[in-house]
């Protein structure tokens, strides 16, 4: 079992700016490093859908969902085992639970979709008002 944490969460106004982090244990019971584990932040707003917003793998490429290109960053560090979701200029439609989800990276390259992940944190909550 992967246990992954998510802080930094909170209310903001529109126009600011949180970092999330997720902090990753217990992935070593697998058997690899932080490195061989690819990284996503997710999101579900209430009544909706949860939708992806920034992947990265282990090598640091990443993919940025298109509704956050440009207010969004994602970034880890593999030497303390964590990722992080930068955002800028929120908006009060950013207000959501934000998750991390993790799973182990089997070919080259980001994993975009929910099914994709095997492992998810609690969720931190963003609430961005107007």
């Known amino acids: 079992q992967v246990r992954l944490v998510e802080s930094g969460g909170g209310s903001v106004q529109a126009g600011g700016s949180l970092r999330l982090t997720c902090a990753a244990s217990e992935y070593g019971v697998h058997g690899y490093t932080f490195k061989r584990w690819c990284m996503g932040w997710f999101r579900q707003a209430p009544g909706e859908e949860r939708e992806g917003v920034a992947f990265?793998?282990?090598?640091?490429?990443?993919t940025i969902s298109d509704f956050a290109k440009g207010r969004v960053t994602i970034s880890r560090n593999n030497d303390e085992d964590t990722v992080f979701l930068q955002m800028d200029s929120l908006e009060p439609e950013d207000t959501a639970m934000y998750y991390c989800?993790?799973?182990?990276?089997?070919?080259?390259?980001?994993?975009?979709?929910?099914?994709?992940?095997?492992?998810w944190g609690q969720g931190t909550q963003v609430t961005v008002s107007s």
């Open positions: 990265i793998d282990g090598e640091e490429s990443r």
């Open positions: 989800a993790a799973r182990l990276c089997v070919y080259g390259g980001v994993y975009r979709l929910e099914f994709d992940y095997h492992y």
